[in-house]
């Protein structure tokens, strides 16, 4: 299992913070740097809410080797020219280290704040459609054709990114899985019971092969949270803590955790969690840190994913 660290800064996270926590993934050996792409956050008092493409330009100029991704970038409050456009720049500052996450967008309430229209989910769905073609046409070799019932595009678009993975991320039951197979060179889930993301792998792999791609080629990953402790007593501390800040029973977490998927425990009750997801072809876990202003734990918790 390959690890990247996930970050949330709509939730908190200067610059200089998301920066101190990609470099220490980098020198960490991680694979990759992610942060979400929202501009707003229910929580109170407001913390910062960065823009994603800036920060990963700063990034890209600012780390050396580790990949860097939007995990994943809503078509609802960016049009698909400017995502080709911010992903072709970031490509060529990041020496092609750049991975592009797309998706429908969700977070009403960041667009109800700035104003932003919010269709409803089968329009939503249908411009996410539309914007994979578009993205496809904008980076392809030819010049650009493509005309769709919302987006259109047609000329000669430069810069081409030189290495532009595309991940496709989502829990839906079929459409994003045929979307993921037909367009993606990643498709990442949520972090869930093995059993839930297997069906949707297998659809994955048969769009792929019915659009005449090599399904092994598609990276599978997820994305969430971990809670693990170097022995069960160190885990039992954080898992008390973690309940407490959520104003519940550790004993309560722990059972909500454990039927979501979510890696906790020892280290050998995490790493048996994530062996039932490279059981499915899950390659590639992307562990959230949310507190940017403290990475103190990061290196308890990649000791005890890796072994």
Do not use: C
Request: net charge negative; glycine share 8%; proline share 7%.
């Amino acid at each position: 299992m390959d690890f990247a660290l996930m970050t949330e800064p709509q939730i908190g996270g200067t610059y200089e913070e998301l920066l101190a926590a990609a470099r220490w993934a980098e020198s960490n050996g991680l694979v990759g740097f992610a942060r979400s792409d929202h501009y707003y956050s229910g929580r109170d008092p407001k913390p910062d809410a960065t823009d994603a493409f800036a920060t990963l330009g700063g990034l890209a100029r600012d780390t050396r080797s580790i990949r860097l991704a939007v995990l994943v970038s809503p078509i609802t409050f960016r049009h698909p020219a400017v995502i080709a456009k911010s992903a072709a720049t970031l490509d060529q500052m990041s020496d092609g280290r750049f991975d592009l996450g797309v998706g429908t967008g969700w977070m009403d309430l960041e667009h109800e704040v700035f104003g932003l229209p919010f269709p409803e989910w089968p329009e939503r769905f249908a411009r996410f459609e539309e914007s994979l073609h578009y993205l496809a046409a904008a980076f392809g070799d030819e010049p650009a054709a493509y005309e769709g019932s919302y987006y259109k595009l047609a000329g000669d678009i430069q810069p081409k990114p030189s290495n532009l993975p595309i991940i496709i991320g989502g829990s839906g039951k079929s459409l994003t899985p045929r979307l993921a197979g037909e367009f993606a060179d990643e498709y990442n889930h949520f972090i869930s019971p093995a059993a839930d993301i297997a069906p949707k792998i297998e659809k994955v792999r048969e769009a792929a092969v019915a659009a005449g791609r090599d399904p092994d080629a598609i990276t599978m990953s997820v994305m969430g949270p971990v809670l693990v402790g170097s022995d069960d007593a160190a885990y039992r501390a954080k898992l008390a803590a973690a309940a407490a800040q959520r104003e519940q029973s550790p004993e309560e977490m722990e059972e909500r955790w454990s039927k979501a998927g979510i890696p906790i425990g020892a280290p050998e009750r995490a790493r048996a969690t994530l062996a039932e997801l490279e059981a499915i072809g899950v390659t590639k876990m992307y562990f959230q840190h949310l507190d940017l202003s403290d990475l103190s734990s990061l290196d308890g918790t990649l000791e005890a994913l890796q072994g």
